[in-house]
């Protein structure tokens, strides 16, 4: 069966960075697209992030452009987010996703982030 399981969650400083990583297993994860989904606390699901199934393209929300970079190793069926310059606002359960382009059919349980002094 398809699993996700993200890792690399945690409390960081205003400033800091943090590097997840999901790991995918039950599909062929080098044929799919991957996103990375947030949900702040009280708020809804926001797009973050997302890469083609090669590496090739990626695309981020504006309030992370600049600051997160999404990245995949096929090899080892792990999507990465490196997270810098981490804000506030930044705070939220991040969940990766199989995208399927226009929806995701699966999704990891989630790590929480949390940037706070």
């Known amino acids: 069966q398809v699993q996700l399981v993200e890792s690399g969650g945690g409390l960081v400083q205003p400033g800091g960075s943090l590097r997840l990583s999901c790991v995918a297993s039950?599909?062929?994860?080098?044929?799919?697209?991957m996103s990375w989904v947030r949900q702040a606390p009280g708020k809804g699901l926001e797009w973050v992030s997302n890469?083609?199934?090669?590496?090739?393209?990626?695309y981020y929300a504006d309030s992370v452009k600049g600051r997160f970079t999404i990245s995949r190793d096929n090899a080892k069926n792990t999507l990465y987010l490196q997270m810098n310059s981490l804000k506030s606002e930044d705070t939220a359960v991040y969940y990766c996703?199989?995208?399927?382009?226009?929806?995701?059919?699966?999704w990891g349980q989630g790590t929480q982030v949390t940037v706070s002094s």
């Open positions: 996703a199989k995208d399927l382009g226009s929806s995701y059919d699966y």
């Open positions: 890469i083609y199934s090669d590496g090739s393209n990626t």
């Open positions: 039950g599909f062929t994860f080098s044929s799919y697209y």
